[in-house]
């Protein structure tokens, strides 16, 4: 049988080490009778990895099979055919990723965050009824105005020392909130915009405090009555 050396159950150790748990919450353990690789996560019994041999093929190669759980779909256990063994020894990075992952979406809401959302919701659908669409200057004037909150997002995030994939993501919802505005209705988009919003503030546990000048925030999103005279009288004007 392939036998893994010293080395490698070293890395193997410091990437588990990468994950929230520390590598201490991991078992590990290479070279026995029956797995190449074994990695048991002490959290939960049935969250385990195995890296075994699958079969010896033509001179002198194998073929080797990992059993993941939780697996890439399921929380149950899944198996994958590797051709070599780097493939197959490189898996555990991503099982140890989606332990992490589904701990993470597992974290009960935020109670007081989905009383502000339900609060926020319905002062806006509540008060706006127009179903007429963005025009082109009012466009370009709302993503104006949302390039200006996407950088009060900025400072937040590195307040609260947001990684920089939580950072594209932020970045990623606004974009989405500006495409929103060429093809949906002001109705439509202003609700979009207010749960989307606060999924920004969400993701980086925003208290309340900091979520307070949310409302106010969101007023200057929309344009008001006197910059939609502007409009008119600027277009009557041309």
């Known amino acids: 049988m392939i036998t893994i050396r010293p080395a490698i159950l070293k890395q193997i150790e410091n990437e588990l080490d990468q994950t929230v748990f520390s590598k201490h919450m991991f078992q590990v353990s290479v070279n026995d009778p029956n797995h190449i690789i074994k990695v048991n996560f002490k959290g939960n019994d049935s969250y385990q990895f195995q890296l075994k041999e699958l079969a010896e093929i033509k001179q002198g190669r194998f073929k080797f099979v990992t059993s993941e759980s939780p697996g890439q779909i399921t929380l149950e256990l899944e198996q994958f055919d590797h051709e070599n063994l780097i493939n197959a020894r490189n898996r555990i990075h991503a099982w140890a990723n989606r332990i992490e992952e589904d701990y993470r979406i597992s974290v009960p809401e935020d109670i007081e965050l ?41 400072e937040l995030y590195k307040e609260k020392h947001a990684t920089n994939q939580q950072m594209n ?31 920004i503030y969400k993701e980086v546990k925003a208290a309340k405090n900091e979520v307070s000048g949310l409302l106010g925030d969101m007023d200057d999103l929309l344009l008001t009555n006197s910059s939609t005279e502007e409009l008119i009288s600027e277009e009557s004007s041309e």
């Open 114 to 154: 989905e009383d502000i959302r339900k609060e926020f919701t319905e002062k806006f659908t509540g008060s706006s009824e127009d179903t007429s669409y963005f025009s082109h200057k009012e466009q370009s004037i709302v993503s104006d105005k949302l390039s200006e909150f996407e950088r009060k997002f900025e």
């Open 169 to 199: 993501q932020m970045r990623q919802q606004i974009e989405k909130l500006k495409r929103g505005i060429e093809i949906l209705d002001k109705r439509t988009w202003l609700s979009a915009a207010c749960n989307r919003v606060l999924d």
